[in-house]
């Protein structure tokens, strides 16, 4: 019975993190199609009342376990709910008070996640791979200025001598528009323009 509990509990906070990832899902996902729709309605519907109603109506049936109580299983499974809706979220990308006038923001474009991971990569080839990973295009490159300014800074010892040689590097990651301004941020970081 208890282990019948644990999954429902286990369900219920699946649901929820699907219904927090519709709001970060792309607009071609199944989540923001109709169907898709009625999906995260029978998931919001789960998530909010499986649980409580397993519990009442075991309750009223007295076969509830002898543990948990039914108020703990009844907060954990609140809790699971809670965390699974802002894991789908992603909450942890979220940004409190940013510069525009919303109180949250939630940027989930290729500029952003480039943005978040250049500072993490381990050497020039990893930030390489960061650009073609996230697929960067030429309106991303101004946003991306100052972080790429950094990695010439940073790996100026692993750039190519001649600038046509740091052009055909980054050339194998990303488009040859984009490219361009690439190179020319990171050889600028290097102290090399």
């Not at 978040?116 to 960061?130: F, H, I, N, R, T």
């Amino acid at each position: 019975m208890t282990f019948s509990l644990v999954a429902i509990g286990l369900l219920a906070g699946a649901c929820a993190w699907l219904v927090g990832h519709a709001f970060v899902a792309p607009r071609d996902s199944f989540l923001r199609s109709a169907p898709g729709g009625m999906v995260l309605a029978a998931c919001v519907l789960l998530a909010l009342f499986a649980p409580a109603t397993i519990a009442d109506f075991l309750e009223a049936r007295g076969q509830w376990p002898a543990w948990p109580t039914s108020d703990l299983y009844r907060l954990v499974c609140a809790a699971v709910v809670a965390l699974g809706l802002l894991g789908g979220l992603r909450v942890w990308r979220m940004r409190l008070f940013s510069g525009d006038a919303r109180l949250f923001r939630l940027d989930e474009s290729a500029a952003s996640r480039a943005e978040a991971a250049l500072p993490l990569a381990g050497s020039l080839a990893d930030a390489l791979d960061v650009l073609a990973r996230e697929k960067v295009a030429q309106r991303d490159v101004p946003r991306l200025s100052s972080a790429l300014r950094r990695l010439g800074a940073r790996y100026f010892h692993q750039l190519p001598e001649k600038r046509g040689e740091v052009y055909t590097l980054v050339a194998k990651h990303v488009g040859p528009a984009v490219a361009a301004d690439v190179t020319g941020l990171l050889l600028e970081g290097a102290g090399r323009k």
